[in-house]
């Protein structure tokens, strides 16, 4: 198994430009999440789903748009990038049968907005 | 929000020492995680404790959730070069599956 997969390990962006943060996981694990990690700051939630169809915002969602189409892949939209949006992004996956508590992660995208 | 506050932020040991890191909470979890990530990657869970007072050992750590489900701690006897990381709680909710996480105490073994 492959576990989490996270693309691009590394992006550049001009401000006002968008583009998405691709995940996938082959666990098939119900439960999907978005973080970003800030130094300082810890890892704060951005956007989760329990399963395909459903979405829900977490902690600080603006600026940013999920979808879960399937239950492997769930895709983070920047819609217009700005500054602020620099950070690690990590996308996280776990079994609902445990609460959706032990969470797996991916290695991360670095994120640069000039 | 329900905060998760670690300490402490920072800590820089000599191999073979030991060390305990804590998490603390005004709000009670259902359970808690610790997990380790090292530069570059993401974070790896180590634990899961669920009931208040439970104590769980990983070879050299030893993790302890409070009796009142509020704060945890993490021992690490002998500590190795191989423990340097960051050092991350998070709790969860009942009712619901987001995970909170603490800010992390980034430790630093020297040999």
């Known amino acids: 198994n492959a576990g989490v997969t996270q693309t691009p390990k590394f992006q550049v962006l001009k401000t006002g430009q968008s583009m998405t943060l691709q995940c996938a996981q082959d666990m098939n694990h119900e439960y999907m999440s978005w973080y970003r990690q800030d130094p300082g700051m810890g890892l704060r939630l951005i956007h989760y789903?329990?399963?395909?169809?459903?979405?829900d915002q977490g902690e600080v969602p603006n600026g940013y748009n999920v979808s879960r189409s399937t239950t492997e892949d769930f895709p983070l939209r920047l819609l217009s990038a700005a500054p602020s949006q620099t950070s690690v992004y990590f996308c996280?996956?776990?079994?609902?049968?445990?609460?959706?508590?032990?969470?797996?992660f991916g290695p991360g995208t670095r994120l640069t907005v000039l | 929000t329900q905060l998760l506050e670690q300490s402490p932020q920072f800590l820089s040991i000599q191999e073979g020492e030991n060390l305990t890191v804590y998490c603390n909470s005004s709000s009670v979890f259902s359970s808690l995680q610790w997990y380790r990530q090292e530069p570059g990657e993401g974070p790896v869970l180590l634990v899961t404790?669920?009931?208040?007072?439970e104590v769980k050992k990983l070879k050299r750590l030893t993790f302890q959730f409070g009796d009142a489900r509020k704060d945890s701690s993490l021992h690490i006897t002998a500590a190795q070069t191989g423990d340097t990381g960051l050092y991350l709680c998070?709790?969860?909710?009942?009712?619901?599956?987001?995970?909170?996480f603490g800010k992390g105490t980034l430790l630093t073994v020297n040999p």
């Open positions: 789903s329990v399963g395909a169809g459903i979405t």
């Open positions: 996280a996956s776990s079994s609902l049968e445990r609460g959706g508590r032990e969470q797996f």
């Open positions: 998070a709790g969860a909710h009942w009712g619901n599956y987001k995970l909170t």
């Open positions: 404790v669920v009931t208040g007072g």
